[in-house]
């Protein structure tokens, strides 16, 4: 009987439980060291809730980056397509005069069909994912300025619309941070228990074999890019709620962060190893530090630098941890 299959998966069932240890063991040192330094400012339930707050929209975005990074894909346009969405639901809403029940959903599947031309683009034009996602994030950001005219949209009246982000169903507790559970909880099941995240390991572990297996890969990868560009959607749609508008210009430079909390999170730039877990984990190793380093008062051109060192530090352990297992 051959051993080699079920001793190769123990090795990467039990790499992938050490990586999310080591980034939650990060986690717990840097609100150690953050509270430490300053407890009377890090450790206040002001800035606790501030910290909450902030992870849950880069912690949409990398929730949506993890499903394409692990078939081994990359997305650049997640942080412009979320700005493009609340624009929409400023169309729908704000332009056009149509109810929340129509606006909210419109955005959400504004950001699905443009998931899908990114789909599209990689799988039938057969354009690099790296080059169909900028030139999508370039398409997107100029759209989003025509629509708008260069003008924020506000949506100061639609009754409810701030309820999405800033209401609190949980005394406290943002309705934001619900919303981030709620899209982490959901696309764990989805990664986990369902047929689309079986093919999304699938072509990020080997997509050739799968094509060989009479699957359509093409199929599946669109539906990837599609489920990822609805989540950028409700994104946006968090965005525009705390801010109480669509703001054309913002969204450029949210994937690098949705990226690398993704990448220290435990997710493979190489595909076909990941977690919703370890990319909430990422998300909020993220939120703590530039936190932190705010309260602590370091230049942002610092802040930059060592979240820059942190990413290549994430990628060479991720490196380090393939080696091993072959």
Not at 92 to 104: H, I, K, Q, R, S
Not at 185 to 210: D, H, M, P, Q, W
Request: charged share 10%; aromatic share 6%; proline share 3%.
């Amino acid at each position: 009987m051959d051993t080699a299959a079920p001793s190769k998966l123990k090795r990467l069932l039990g790499a992938d439980a050490r990586q999310k240890l080591l980034a939650f063991a990060s986690l717990l040192a840097l609100i150690a060291i953050f509270g430490a330094l300053k407890p009377d400012a890090f450790l206040t339930e002001e800035n606790v809730v501030g910290i909450l707050q902030a992870t849950s929209v880069n912690g949409v975005l990398a929730v949506a980056c993890t499903f394409v990074i692990i078939t081994a894909g990359i997305d650049l346009s997640v942080g412009v397509l979320m700005t493009f969405c609340s624009v929409m639901a400023g169309v729908f809403m704000v332009n056009w005069g149509l109810p929340m029940a129509v606006g909210v959903p419109g955005a959400i599947a504004v950001g699905a069909l443009m998931g899908c031309a990114s789909g599209l683009t990689i799988t039938k034009l057969r354009v690099p994912p790296f080059i169909a996602t900028l030139g999508l994030m370039m398409l997107l950001k100029g759209l989003s300025l025509i629509i708008t005219g260069t003008r924020p949209i506000y949506f100061s009246d639609i009754e409810g619309f701030d309820a999405i982000a800033l209401g609190t169903l949980i005394p406290g507790l943002p309705n934001g941070v619900l919303v981030f559970a709620l899209v982490a909880g959901v696309s764990a099941i989805v990664l986990n228990k369902t047929l689309l995240g079986r093919y999304t390991f699938a072509l990020g572990s080997n997509e050739e074999a799968v094509r060989l297996s009479g699957v359509n890969v093409d199929r599946w990868k669109i539906i990837v890019y599609a489920y990822s560009g609805a989540v950028c959607g409700i994104a946006g749609l968090m965005m525009a709620s705390r801010l109480n508008s669509a703001q054309p210009a913002l969204g450029q430079g949210y994937e690098l962060d949705a990226i690398a909390a993704v990448v220290i999170g435990g997710t493979s730039l190489a595909g076909g190893v990941g977690t919703i877990l370890g990319t909430v984990i990422g998300a909020f190793i993220m939120s703590v530090l530039v936190n932190g380093l705010r309260i602590l008062s370091v230049a942002q051109e610092w802040q930059m630098v060592l979240t820059g060192l942190i990413i290549i530090l994430a990628v060479y352990t991720d490196n380090l941890r393939r080696k091993r297992q072959h």
